[in-house]
Nanobody
Framework: QVQLVESGGGLVQAGGSLRLSCAAS????????MGWFRQAPGKEREFVAS????????YYADSVKGRFTISRDNGKNTITLQMNSLKLEDTAIYYC?????????????????WGQGTQVTVSS
C-alpha cells in the first residue's frame, strides 16, 4: 500500500512559478515510477509528467515541456514538480500518482495509487 500527499498548490499570476511536492509512504517507493496528472473543471484527467523509479528517465506532456520539471528524492520518498512560466490553461487540480513498476507511463490507468490532489490556479 502506498499513500501519497501533495502540497504546494496555490494562486499565482501568469508567468509565475510554483513547486508541487508529493510525499509517499511505503518501503517500495524507489521501485516504482511516479507521475503527475491534472484535471481542469469539465475536462478529463490528463498526463503532465512522469519519472522512472531511479529518476533516470522523465517524460512530459507537450503542453508543459520546457516549462515543468519533475524530479524525485528516493531517500526522502518525495517527488516534486517545478512549474515555471505558468499559463492560465495550467489551472487545474494536480494529482500525484504511483505506478505499478519502475517504468513510467502516460496513461492514468497504469497508476495504482493516487493522492487527493492540490489546486493550482493561474490568474491573469
Amino acid at each position: 500500500q502506498v499513500q501519497l500527499v501533495e502540497s504546494g498548490g496555490g494562486l499565482v499570476q501568469a508567468g509565475g512559478s510554483l513547486r508541487l511536492s508529493c510525499a509517499a509512504s511505503g518501503r517500495t517507493f524507489s521501485t516504482v515510477a511516479m507521475g503527475w496528472f491534472r484535471q481542469a473543471p469539465g475536462k478529463e484527467r490528463e498526463f503532465v509528467a512522469s519519472i522512472s523509479g531511479t529518476g533516470g528517465s522523465t517524460y512530459y506532456a507537450d503542453s508543459v515541456k520546457g516549462r515543468f520539471t519533475i524530479s524525485r528524492d528516493n531517500g526522502k520518498n518525495t517527488i516534486t514538480l517545478q512549474m515555471n512560466s505558468l499559463k492560465l490553461e495550467d489551472t487545474a487540480i494536480y494529482y500525484c500518482a504511483a505506478g505499478r513498476t519502475a517504468i513510467p507511463s502516460m496513461g492514468p490507468g497504469w497508476y495504482a495509487y493516487w493522492g487527493q490532489g492540490t489546486q493550482v490556479t493561474v490568474s491573469s
